[in-house]
């Protein structure tokens, strides 16, 4: 077991000095006017069993999670850290899936897992992180999810700074003004979905989830579905909820927001079932 772990340890410590997380593979891409295709975000909890706050044996269960997935099209991943392997090897079946960074302290924890193709694949690291989230290269990742011949998007998968304290939650909005404004450089004019651990509320005071929704012309789908279009307002007596007592009417802190253009279309009665449709 120690001589594995030295072994992963390695190969984390090599995989931060790569620029591609990708296996490169050949594909061919079909002519499409329109279709759908299913989305999940998945924080994993992939943190060593001994610091988890996940009750049930990690490598089991993130095993599982891996099986379970195959009934999405693309899944977004964070916290993948130390169990990478049960993920990706237990019964999975994705064909394209980003390379682990590894372990944690070495690794951002985020993965993409897809049954499309995926390319130009980069990490980005928070330029503010507080507290624990200092012990990890933690941001975000963006990459360009192949559909068909010419329809294409980018796909974002974040994991915001943690906690509801004032100077966490002062970093938070400051990943938000970054990711906002690397997005309007990089994806300008483009379609995209950005979907992942978001760590904020609509409701709280002191995330700018609405804010950087009105800078990047984002939507999203939670408030699409369950609100009407219309974002919770501002409730000074906010109290998040434990993550086991949520349902479709609950924010959650895990997120699914999307963007059109003029070659890929949302559809939110196909976003219900966690689809999206182009055409």
């Known amino acids: 077991m120690f001589f594995q772990y030295l072994q992963e340890l390695w190969k984390s410590l090599m995989r931060r000095k790569d620029h591609v997380f990708l296996h490169e593979k050949q594909y061919e891409l079909p002519h499409l006017l329109s279709g759908n295709f299913s989305v999940i975000t998945y924080n994993v909890a992939g943190l ?82 507080t507290g624990s989230d200092r012990l990890t290269p933690k941001g975000f990742s963006c990459c360009t999810l192949h559909l068909g011949q010419g329809v294409e998007l980018d796909f974002y998968n974040i994991h915001a700074n943690s906690q509801d304290n004032k100077r966490a939650a002062q970093a938070r909005r400051a990943n938000y003004h970054q990711l906002a404004a690397y997005i309007n450089k990089f994806s300008v004019g483009k379609a995209i979905i950005v979907a992942g ?43 998040c909820l434990d993550i086991m007592d949520i349902d479709n009417k609950s924010e959650s802190i895990d997120k699914v927001m999307f963007r059109s253009n003029d070659r890929l279309v949302s559809n939110t009665k196909a976003i219900s079932s966690g689809e999206s449709r182009f055409c």
């Open 197 to 239: 651990d978001f760590n904020a509320h609509f409701s709280y005071a002191e995330d700018n989830l609405v804010d950087f929704m009105n800078k990047t012309q984002l939507s999203d789908s939670w408030v699409s579905l369950q609100h009407n279009h219309v974002a919770p307002t501002i409730d000074p007596l906010f109290l």
């Open 48 to 129: 060593p069993q001994v610091i988890s706050s996940a009750k049930t044996n990690r490598s089991k269960s993130i095993a599982h999670i891996g099986v379970l997935l195959n009934r999405f099209d693309i899944a977004h991943i964070q916290e993948d850290f130390n169990y990478n392997h049960y993920l990706y090897q237990y019964g999975n079946l994705h064909p394209f899936r980003t390379i682990s960074m590894g372990l944690a302290i070495f690794g951002d924890g985020l993965d993409c897992l897809s049954k499309y193709p995926l390319s130009n694949f980069k990490r980005i690291e928070w330029l503010n992180r």
